[in-house]
């Protein structure tokens, strides 16, 4: 497994077509808490949070570490991606037997879904950690009901793993590895 060397982070922003991938920054915090507050973006995530619980919680700056790419269109932010979170070992789903696979996360706001953009952004931080990690797998866990997360999962490559149960419902688990069509 590789470390994470700091020093590497954050990479310059990676633009896409339509969008840019950058490091966090204050600007995002109220879509930041529009995420976590939202109904619909925490359906499949264990709910959203309160509102007035997120105004004291989230940092000035959230999520600034490596591996928490803003996805921003036209300025604005319009989710973010996670992809140097390891996953611990003692959860189900595993492509490695000691575990600590990087795994993609992703969150967008409602009014971005449909057209494209999670894709477009999953595609390219997955092209970015393919040359920073050369030959490492990513994998991504996501409720089997939630189909748009399945779609796009497939759409950038993943291909099951295994199912199996973890906080309640059912979790499709599958892998990336460099080299399938996103990479």
Same mark, same amino acid.
């Given at each position: 497994m590789t470390e994470i060397?700091? @020093?590497?982070? &954050?990479p310059a922003p990676i633009t896409t077509a339509r969008l840019v991938l950058r490091e966090s920054e204050a600007r995002d915090r109220a879509a930041s808490i529009e995420l976590a507050a939202s109904p619909e973006v925490n359906? $499949? !995530?264990g709910g959203a949070r309160p509102r007035d619980e997120l105004e004291?919680? @989230? &940092?000035? !700056?959230? %999520?600034?570490?490596? *591996? +928490? +790419? @803003? @996805?921003? /269109?036209? *300025?604005?932010m319009i989710g973010y991606i996670q992809l140097l979170d390891r996953r611990d070992a003692e959860r189900p789903g595993h492509v490695?037997? =000691? %575990?600590? =696979?990087?795994? /993609? *996360? $992703?969150?967008f706001l409602p009014e971005a879904w449909g057209q494209g953009y999670a894709a477009e952004a999953c595609t390219a931080a997955l092209r970015w950690f393919a040359v920073a990690f050369p *030959?490492?797998?990513? !994998? /991504?866990?996501?409720?089997?009901?939630?189909?748009r997360s399945m779609r796009l999962a497939a759409k950038l490559g993943f291909v099951e793993v295994e199912r199996f149960e973890e906080w309640g419902a059912e979790q499709w688990f599958g892998a990336w590895y460099p080299g399938t069509p996103s990479g």
């Open positions: 060397d700091p @020093v590497t982070w &954050p359906t $499949y !995530v004291r919680a @989230v &940092p000035e !700056v959230p %999520g600034r570490r490596p *591996g +928490f +790419f @803003v @996805v921003e /269109l036209d *300025g604005a490695r037997p =000691e %575990g600590g =696979e990087a795994e /993609l *996360g $992703y969150m *030959g490492e797998p990513v !994998v /991504l866990t996501t409720q089997a009901a939630n189909a």
